[in-house]
């Protein structure tokens, strides 16, 4: 069955980087594009970034611009997202999600979280 | 950049009642909008896909209206495994989405 696992939670401090994986199983990687997502506690969802596996595009946050970074590894079947000069406000935690064909083509199978602590 | 305007935040309710919620969109986009459930400590569960089709396997009590700008989650009878947090989801302007702030229905 499909599954999306993420990398474990981690804590950093305010102007370090975080990367965060997110491993596919069982469909064809490059098939389904994928979003990333976060969430900060007691918040709603806000949309991250995309990547197409496939051809390796992008498109970020226009708020994350400029410290985001979404890569692909197409023999690992693995996403990474990498966020830079990190703050305390983006602590959050943070989803990637396979975007498919179910009812529609905007189904999202979701990773299980990686809690991102930003603090001094 | 397309922002959605979700009500209201919260609300009680007792099991058995109708349960109504709203979400506006700054601009029009069409049908192209989802209603997602999240119980703490979960990912998202889609409800509702293209504003009013039931996803495959959520009960009939759940139901979606809307087109353009104004749309609707009802929830005909509440159950106790119903009480959750409520988004609505933009993907007209995919893959950049955008989500509702959220409604949170609780116990009355």
New interface residues.
Partial sequence: QVQLVQSGAEVKKPGASVKVSCKATGYTFTSNTIQWLRQAPGQSLEWVGWINPDRGDTMYSRSLQGRLTIVRDTSATTAYMELSSLRTEDSAVYYCARSYCGGDCYSLDWGQGTLVTVSS | ?IQMTQSPSSLSASVGDRVTISCRASQGIRN?L?WYQQKPGK??K?LI??AS?L??GIPSRFSGSGSGTEFTLTISSLQPEDFATY?C?Q?NS?????????TKVEIK
């Fill in positions: 950049d192209d989802d990912a998202p889609r896909y293209a089709s996803e495959s988004y989801l993907h995919y893959p950049l989405l955008t989500f509702g702030g959220g």
